[in-house]
């Protein structure tokens, strides 16, 4: 009788990515001036940077040699999750402790089975309160529903587009087929969209965590099939649009390389925002995402322009690398 495979691992949600920089400088600026908060410096070179929401760190940089992508963190439902980690996931460490991250924890770090990139799963982080930072709440008014009160205006700064979470990331792979599998089976991920080419061949997957009644976002994860591994970008949710773009304009003033946006996906429905760090990495704000629980059935369609977005501009080809 064939080995039972081993019990999948719950996730709960995603919470931090971690970034290598040569030109640490150039990026801890880009880092600010995304909208991220510093959080904690660690000697050696590492530096920790939170959202206004109450993850302890959304994002690590660390100084390095090489420009590299570090992984991406998910929190698990229980320590029994990283133990199971730790024993059936491919090259997995032993339950290790985050000792210098903020929240602190116990982390079990696995590797990709197609491309050796590092993911890594957290139990027992300390959350943090929300950051009480100035955000908009004023009522939309529109042609025949005025929500306003007269004699009160929209008056709005300049400044960064405060990060509150980190929202999804995505990779482009070598063998979608392998990768689906082993993360349809291992993990509680559900396919919201699968998009397949002219012959039907599925190459592209947005997954969100299967977390039954509870509402989650439309995905959290998603890759590609494509020639050459790489990170395709990590994407941080912002509080409006209005904070959106005025973030939008304070990168474009600084002047950071815009990759993509302003525009409206069609999968997820995001209003999305697309830009270059100094090393090339792609990092996404984003606003009103789709919403969804287990109850919704996954859906496919062919890949195409028409898919990425309905409203902004053409879809440049460095995005679609």
């Not at 100035?134 to 042609?143: D, I, R, V």
Request: proline content about 7%; some cysteine.
């Amino acid at each position: 009788m064939a080995d039972e495979a081993p019990p999948r691992i719950t996730l709960k949600r995603i919470a931090h990515a971690y970034y290598k920089y040569v030109d640490f400088d150039k990026a801890l600026k880009f880092l600010n001036d995304f909208g991220f908060q510093e959080e904690k410096r660690v000697s050696g070179g590492k530096i920790y940077f939170r959202g206004y929401g109450t993850e302890p760190w959304v994002i690590c940089a660390i100084k390095a040699e090489k420009d590299e992508f570090g992984g991406v963190g998910f929190v698990v439902e229980s320590e029994e999750d990283l133990r199971l980690a730790s024993e059936t996931l491919p090259k997995a460490t032993n339950i290790y402790e985050l000792e210098d991250a903020p929240g602190k924890g116990k982390c079990v770090t696995f590797y990709d089975p197609v491309n050796g990139y590092p993911f890594h799963l957290v139990y027992g982080q300390e959350p943090s309160g929300m950051l009480d930072i100035p955000l908009p709440h004023e009522a939309m008014n529109y042609p025949t529903e005025k929500n306003r009160p007269a004699n009160k205006f929209q008056r709005f700064q300049k400044r960064p587009a405060p990060v509150h979470k980190l929202g999804h990331f995505g990779v482009c792979t070598t063998n979608f087929a392998k990768a689906f599998e082993f993360y349809k089976t291992r993990f509680n991920f559900i396919p919201s969209d699968i998009i397949h080419d002219e012959n039907g061949v599925d190459i592209s997957v947005f997954w969100r965590l299967d977390r039954g009644k509870e509402e989650v976002d439309h995905h959290c994860f998603f890759f590609y099939q494509g020639p050459e591994f790489h990170v395709h970008h990590s994407s941080y949710e912002t509080h409006d649009f209005d904070t959106q773009v005025l973030g939008h304009d304070w990168l474009r003033e600084k002047g950071y390389k815009n990759c993509w946006g302003v525009g409206r996906h069609v999968l997820g429905s995001q209003i999305f925002d697309y830009w270059f760090d100094p090393a090339g990495f792609i990092m996404e704000h984003y606003v009103d995402g789709d919403l969804v629980d287990a109850t919704e059935p996954p859906h496919r369609s062919k890949s195409g322009p028409g898919s990425l977005h309905v409203w902004g501009p053409d879809v440049p080809s460095d995005f679609l690398q």
